[in-house]
């Protein structure tokens, strides 16, 4: 049996992946409260979120870190 590898070029890499992705979010989502997510695309949103609004710390972790930086 003979194998053939191909490669592809960069710009039709990059629209492969676009139509694929566009295919996964065109997808009903199983719940509609829940849309189909791409991996990474939770994490960005909390990322964005967080160097929004900043993130909370429990306060005696955010004392510890100020005794730290005082040092």
Do not use: C, W
């Not at 960005?44 to 929004?52: D, E, G, S």
Request: net charge neutral.
């Amino acid at each position: 049996m003979t194998s053939k590898t191909e490669t592809i070029g960069g710009e039709t890499y990059t629209a492969a992946m676009a139509r694929f992705r566009q295919l996964i979010k065109d997808t009903p989502a199983a719940d509609p409260a829940q849309p189909v997510l791409l991996p990474g695309e939770h994490e960005l949103a909390r990322r964005a979120q967080a160097l929004k609004e900043g993130i909370a710390l429990p306060a005696a972790l955010l004392a510890e870190l100020r005794q730290l930086n005082a040092v």
